[in-house]
């Protein structure tokens, strides 16, 4: 199989198996769905609340700040369909770009801001999101929220993860209009949070 092929089949794995079409909300029973049915959007029961829920179990990031490439392990970008090629440390984060035409763009970065995730939801409070998106999430059991100055979706999805009262990551799923990139978001957070946890230990 010649290099374009590669290419081309790896785009189909990753749009299928990182972006199936539940709806932009909590995880599901498999962080993994490899569906393209479409879905209506959905979010958690924060979303009637003004304040960020408390993190039960909070994550220290301190390990990832200096390599933040190591957020996700080979076995997870395996997992998720993501490409090694096109790697790039980012100022306190990990972007990966790839796919035939480098249609594809996975971002992790860790954020360190007074309040964690509350920012979030005091930045919704004042309507600095009135021309994006602010919708409240949990994943992997840790408050989150898709959130975005602009609403770029469904090619675009942008999900903050609250990691204690002093930090957050931030995850970008850039690809293909017709998949869920929020779900895809949700599922690279999830394996982000899996390997903090791990790394701990």
Known sequence: MNSAMRSLAALSTFAVVIAGAAACSDEGDDPILPTTAPASTSTSSAGSSNSAPA??????EGKFLGDPCSSLTSSQKSDLGVEQQGRQAVEGGCSWEFGPNSEWIVQVTYIR???GLANDYDKNATGAYKDGYFEPATVAGYPAAFSSLADFRPTTCDLNVGLNSEAIFHVTVRGDATKDNCKAATNVAARVIDTIKAGRQ
């Open 113 to 115: 801001v007074a309040g």
């Open 55 to 60: 993190v039960s179990e909070p994550l220290d």
